[in-house]
């Protein structure tokens, strides 16, 4: 007994409510279709913008199955699938998961469609092509800082006690270490454990070795082997000289790059944006980094956020900004020729 669902049409294309388990597990079993199924609840306002932008994908990739799932209304379904808050994408394909997205990020949620319904149709001698493929973004991964953190979450918002432990031992000992959330890509999450040949995580990697997981960290603690092992963070004025110059044109702003484009193009008129589109420039998260968020007020003798600087020089806060592009003076400052 499948139930019943009901189907709410968006122009061509449809996205699917889905009330019972039974339907969830018919469609999911869909064989050579990718399924995107957005865990939601009416109560959140970010659920019902996602699923504005879940509507537009549908429009776009009439092959993709679209489907929402109050989360509450299925708690066994939730359970088994780790889904601990809303909104929460899982992709599924040939009756397997194959990805997952946790959070309100419209970007994100578009780029992983894009390129799961791109690569729907792969034929089976295609396997050995994309193993390789994932193995060569795995290593670029591992290697994309000194040392590197796959966690469940963010140190911000450890996601389970073992993260949150390993993230409290390297932050005691001063390590400075970025860190990758195996919640927002499944396909690494997966492939991660067999690249390194390590079933669980947390998982710790220096120089793109793997040092090991909690446990192997606490020994290495305990044994004073830690410090010399990973790499130390350097004092906090010297880290903002270096990300205030990162680029010639750096803003500090609450969220990324790919956030802003979204936001510009939804909310903002365009023409507010057109400085930066002709001009290169770098974006830094505060909200990623607590340390960086306080101490670049102290730094800069600036309170609030989005900060820019350029060439590491501070040109101010969203007023001076709008001040400075009103008066014709904000894109030869963002080139560098005053």
Known sequence: MYGI?????????????????????????????L????????????????????????????????????????????????ISSVPTFLFFKNSQKIDRLD??????????????????????????????????????LTHAAPCMLFMKGTPQEPRCGFSRQMVEILHKHNIQFSSFDIFSDEEVRQGLKTYSNWPTYPQ???SGELIGGLDIIKELEASEELDTVCPKAPKLEERLKVLTNKASVML????????????FKTVFPVKMFSPFCSVEYETFDILEDEEVRQGLKAYSNWPTYPQLYVKGELVGGLDIVKELKENGELLPILRGEN
């Open 5 to 33: 669902f009901c189907s709410v049409r968006f122009g061509e294309s449809s996205v699917l409510y889905v009330s019972v388990v039974g339907s969830f597990l018919s469609l999911s079993c869909v064989p050579s279709s």
């Open 35 to 82: 399924l995107v199924v957005h865990f939601w609840a009416p109560w959140a306002p970010q659920c019902t913008q996602m699923n504005d932008v879940m509507a537009e994908l549908a429009k776009e990739h009439p092959q993709v199955s679209f489907v929402k799932l109050e989360a509450e209304a299925v708690p066994e379904v939730s359970e088994k699938y780790e």
């Open 103 to 140: 959070g309100a990020h419209a970007p994100e949620l578009t780029k992983k469609v894009q390129r799961h319904a791109s690569s729907a149709s792969f034929p089976p001698s295609a396997n050995e092509h994309l193993k390789e493929d994932l193995n060569l973004r795995l290593k670029k």
């Open 204 to 206: 710790l990697y220096v």
């Open 252 to 263: 500090f702003m609450k969220g990324n790059k790919q956030s802003l484009l979204f936001l």
